[in-house]
């Protein structure tokens, strides 16, 4: 997105969407993508959606700076936008600014500013987090629809591993910054390697004797930085020597499963 807040820097890598590489592309060239092609929902709508404007018109602009249409135009394709991602009263809702809003529809709203222009690739970054289960539940079911209907790819970011089972086709698990187990969602819960992963959902299990079996007490945990070697080997119940000092590449575990240990679990010991 081009969005990385200072002090932060991207000081290498690239970003390919259908062949063009985002990095190297200007700020004039990059704001005509954000937007149109490439959209982002946050976690928190109230804090991104500006307070001295309509959500109607917050919505309608954007509309009205990537596809060329008149001020009318773009205001009949908000209406429509904001009765597709279920807000009730839209007439009214048009004319309401953020903090009349509750949680809920002020998340359908950043919805709605991600799919007014049908984008190809929508990130959401944790866009769901800050709302109660049910609520959840419906904005979860109205992405997946609306994504769906548009033939359109989701970057689905969050910390809730639970919401992955029922709403992504492919995951990856994320430690120390990189990827460590990439799999479909089926074979990761039916059969997850990377002893991270496992610890993860030994965490939201009910089950105490599984947690302790795969969680380091936290006297046992070294501060240490890693600094060579596999950076959860401080954490990790299976860790050995070869641990210590290779770091671990991301190899095949089975078909369109990945995973970046040296000793994962259901494979050598």
């Not at 990385?4 to 290498?12: F, H």
């Not at 929902?41 to 917050?58: F, H, Y």
Request: charged share 25%; aromatic share 6%; proline share 6%.
């Amino acid at each position: 997105m081009g969005m990385v807040p200072a002090p932060g820097i991207v000081e290498s890598g690239r970003i390919i969407l259908d062949e063009l590489d985002l990095s190297t592309l200007d700020d004039k060239v990059l704001r005509a993508v954000r937007g149109k092609e490439l959209s982002m929902m946050v976690p928190n709508p109230r804090s991104e959606l500006s307070p001295l404007l309509t959500v109607g018109k917050q919505i309608s602009n954007v509309a009205y700076q990537h596809l060329g249409l008149t001020r009318k135009e773009a205001d009949a394709k908000a209406l429509a936008m904001l009765k597709a991602v279920q807000i009730p009263d839209v007439e009214r809702r048009f004319n309401a600014y953020p903090h009349e809003l509750s949680g809920g529809m002020a998340q359908r709203v950043i919805i709605a500013i991600a799919l007014m222009c049908s984008p190809r690739f929508i990130i959401s970054d944790d866009a769901t987090s800050g709302l109660d289960v049910t609520v959840q539940a419906q904005v979860l079911d109205l992405m997946n629809t609306l994504v769906r209907d548009r033939g359109a790819s989701m970057l689905f970011v969050t910390r809730d591993i639970g919401v992955t089972a029922h709403f992504c086709n492919r995951l990856a698990v994320m430690y120390g910054g990189e990827i460590v187990e990439i799999a479909d969602t089926n074979s990761f819960f039916a059969r997850p390697a990377h002893p991270y992963s496992v610890m993860l959902l030994s965490a939201f299990s009910h089950n105490p004797t599984l947690r302790a079996k795969w969680t380091k007490n936290p006297e046992e945990v070294s501060a240490q930085v890693a600094v060579e070697g596999c950076p959860f080997r401080h954490r990790c119940v299976r860790a050995r020597e070869k641990c210590e000092v290779e770091h671990p590449g991301l190899t095949k575990f089975r078909e369109r499963h990945e995973v970046r240990c040296h000793y994962p679990v259901g494979g050598r010991a």
